[in-house]
């Protein structure tokens, strides 16, 4: 019986090198890794999720906690990539601007936070980070003892944040090495393995196969990442 993997992921996980795709598109980098593994991957998530959006799934969303969580024999916490990327504006405060009303309101605001941010962080020089560090390992290390304590037989694994070179960031990376390290860290901390995102998007920024977002991935890197973490998948797990 072949494994069922579980992706809990911000849309690098279904973002293509164009627009998202269906997440059953076999070209995405989790049901590579199932293929390559043989195993069958869900991909559950939603674009710019956050540490914190992964926690909130696992423990509101009954479809996850009720379905998906009980039958995972692995489970991908692809999330954390979006945390430490620079922002102008707390995380709470962008993320009430969808609920502004009446509609000019909320799309005012809109265009206004869109054209003022790759300014905005190039003047901060990266500092504020979308969610702060130690929100981060936070809700991380919740999902870990959560899983683990409800479900210990599943496997877990992590990621280490990939690079960036968004347009719409500034295209400022100044906080990517504090965050590369903070990830280790913290898979020390909690014992868990590590997808190598950051060296394995890396030979592929700027490339013509990439989306022209600087942050979503083309098929060639999305196949690099997905054999790659086969490889990890189907070795021996770390003692957690």
Same mark, same amino acid.
């Given at each position: 019986?072949? %494994?069922?993997?579980? @992706?809990?992921?911000?849309?690098?996980?279904?973002?293509?090198?164009?627009?998202?795709?269906? $997440?059953t598109e076999p070209r995405?980098?989790?049901?590579? /890794? *199932?293929?390559?593994?043989?195993?069958e991957?869900?991909?559950?998530?939603?674009?710019?999720?956050? *540490? =914190?959006?992964?926690?909130?799934?696992?423990?509101?969303?009954p479809h996850v906690y009720s379905v998906l969580l009980p039958r995972a024999d692995v489970v991908v916490l692809a999330v954390g990539g979006m945390?430490?990327? !620079?922002? +102008? /504006?707390? *995380?709470?405060l962008r993320?009430? +601007?969808?609920?502004?009303?009446? !509609?000019? @309101?909320? =799309?005012?605001?809109?265009?206004?936070? %869109? =054209?003022? #941010? !790759? $300014?905005?962080?190039?003047?901060? %020089?990266?500092?504020?980070? $979308?969610?702060? #560090?130690? @929100? $981060?390992?936070?809700?991380?290390? =919740?999902?870990v003892q959560g899983i683990r304590h409800f479900h210990p037989s599943t496997r877990l694994l992590g990621? @280490?944040?990939?690079?960036?070179?968004?347009?719409?960031?500034?295209?400022?990376?100044a906080g990517h090495p504090a965050a590369v390290g903070a990830a280790l860290r913290w898979a020390d901390r909690v014992q868990i393995d590590m997808l190598r995102l950051d060296t394995w998007v890396a030979p592929y920024l700027g490339t013509g196969d990439m989306n022209v977002d600087g942050m979503h991935w083309g098929w060639s890197c999305h196949r690099a990442v997905g054999e790659r973490a086969a490889q990890l998948l189907t070795g021996p797990a770390r003692d957690g």
């Amino acid at each position: 019986m072949s %494994r069922r993997i579980l @992706v809990l992921s911000d849309s690098l996980a279904f973002h293509g090198p164009g627009l998202g795709e269906l $997440t059953t598109e076999p070209r995405l980098w989790p049901n590579i /890794m *199932a293929a390559e593994s043989g195993s069958e991957a869900t991909i559950y998530g939603r674009r710019g999720w956050t *540490a =914190r959006d992964a926690w909130f799934a696992i423990t509101k969303d009954p479809h996850v906690y009720s379905v998906l969580l009980p039958r995972a024999d692995v489970v991908v916490l692809a999330v954390g990539g979006m945390d430490y990327l !620079p922002s +102008i /504006m707390p *995380a709470h405060l962008r993320e009430g +601007i969808r609920l502004l009303r009446p !509609p000019i @309101v909320r =799309r005012v605001a809109t265009g206004a936070l %869109r =054209r003022a #941010q !790759p $300014t905005g962080v190039r003047l901060l %020089r990266g500092r504020w980070r $979308t969610l702060p #560090q130690p @929100v $981060t390992d936070h809700y991380l290390t =919740r999902c870990v003892q959560g899983i683990r304590h409800f479900h210990p037989s599943t496997r877990l694994l992590g990621i @280490v944040p990939p690079p960036h070179d968004a347009p719409a960031y500034g295209r400022v990376t100044a906080g990517h090495p504090a965050a590369v390290g903070a990830a280790l860290r913290w898979a020390d901390r909690v014992q868990i393995d590590m997808l190598r995102l950051d060296t394995w998007v890396a030979p592929y920024l700027g490339t013509g196969d990439m989306n022209v977002d600087g942050m979503h991935w083309g098929w060639s890197c999305h196949r690099a990442v997905g054999e790659r973490a086969a490889q990890l998948l189907t070795g021996p797990a770390r003692d957690g």
